[in-house]
């Protein structure tokens, strides 16, 4: 957990640094005098492929960076959930109000502005990458803020997992997103007259059953598209078309077994040598294995091994601590975007 509190500034500097900490985001205006105090506290962690945030601010006015001359926009979903304070949100085609206990989509790729007042809540920010095969779901929910018993028990969720984050070993962490994404996809829908066509409910029932064959022979060596095309029953070329925005359906195995290998090697009563975990799971030369892994995961598979030894959480986080405060979630957030 990486914290940033105004409060330990200078008054002349509170706003300035806290502005400074949401550059990557969306641009804030506040007070007329930028020198008057500014109270904001920001909590931030990193899970991996996703970020949460709790954040508490004095009132102000945002905007969204969509439009500017960027060499590095972000385009996550930020999902928000109020606990106190009031907000609007003027996009291009409505306007729509958050209170407290109310969810929030904000896309940071498209054009918005509004304003806060005095308010605490609760943020998780979504790369379009982790939402491959459900992001209409999101798309069709964007600047919105989402009612109904599904959005109360997501916001429900939020509050839990806020409570229960500090607590969370390194070994928890592949689940705690595995069971967000899920509840993304059950409790954040959208409404029966903006539902996508029939084919994406057909084309994500496929995904599901590929996931779980594919989780289901795992450690098979002839694992590959055309047994994956024969486990569906589908044709080649529609295979393709499914797995495209995944990379590809050798680039999604390869995926799901470097997940399977980053749960065996946080294990901290798994024993057995790192070369033995990857062979088990198809990669034969260790040095390729250790590569792969690093892409997918910013760290190498020894370093999750002694991570999960030693209690530590298993993200490399020294680039993070590295950083001054106001700068981490900009990095962390440009980080989740690669």
């Not at 500097?13 to 506290?41: H, I, K």
């Not at 029966?192 to 289901?216: C, G, H, K």
């Not at 975990?277 to 370093?303: K, N, V």
Request: hydrophobic share 45%; glycine share 8%; proline share 4%.
């Amino acid at each position: 957990m990486f914290e940033f509190a105004t409060s330990s500034l200078p008054t002349q500097d509170q706003f300035a640094a806290w502005r400074g900490s949401y550059a990557t985001m969306v641009d804030l205006s506040g007070p007329e005098d930028w020198t008057a105090s500014f109270a904001g506290n920001q909590k931030i962690w990193d899970l991996g492929s996703l970020a949460f945030s709790r954040v508490k601010t004095a009132g102000l006015k945002f905007a969204s960076l969509a439009g500017h001359v960027r060499g590095d926009p972000l385009d996550h979903w930020l999902i928000s959930v109020m606990l106190e304070g009031n907000s609007r949100t003027i996009a291009a085609s409505h306007v729509f109000d958050g209170h407290a206990g109310s969810v929030q989509i904000h896309p940071l790729g498209r054009t918005f502005e509004g304003y806060l007042t005095d308010s605490e809540m609760l943020q998780l920010f979504v790369p379009r990458d982790f939402c491959r095969g459900m992001a209409h779901v999101l798309e069709a929910t964007e600047f919105s803020t989402i009612g109904g018993g599904m959005a109360r028990l997501f916001a429900d969720y939020m509050m839990s997992l806020a409570r229960r984050i500090p607590l969370l070993e390194a070994a928890d962490l592949p689940g705690l997103v595995s069971s967000t994404r899920a509840m993304i996809v059950a409790c954040i829908a959208p409404a029966p007259d903006r539902l996508q066509e029939a084919a994406d409910t057909i084309s994500n029932v496929l995904l599901e059953r590929a996931r779980r064959f594919v989780q289901a022979n795992i450690g098979a060596s002839d694992l590959d598209a055309a047994r994956l095309q024969r486990a569906l029953g589908v044709s080649r070329s529609r295979l393709y078309r499914l797995f495209e925005p995944y990379g590809g359906v050798s680039h999604y195995i390869q995926h799901r077994r470097l997940l399977d290998a980053y749960a065996a090697l946080a294990d901290p009563n798994d024993h057995r040598r790192i070369l033995d975990i990857a062979d088990e799971r198809g990669f034969t030369d260790a040095a390729e294995f250790s590569r792969a892994f690093r892409r997918e995961f910013g760290y190498s598979p020894s370093e999750v091994r002694t991570a999960g030894k030693t209690g530590r959480p298993n993200r490399v986080t020294a680039d993070l601590q590295a950083i001054a405060p106001v700068d981490r979630l900009g990095a962390l957030l440009h980080r989740l975007q690669a």
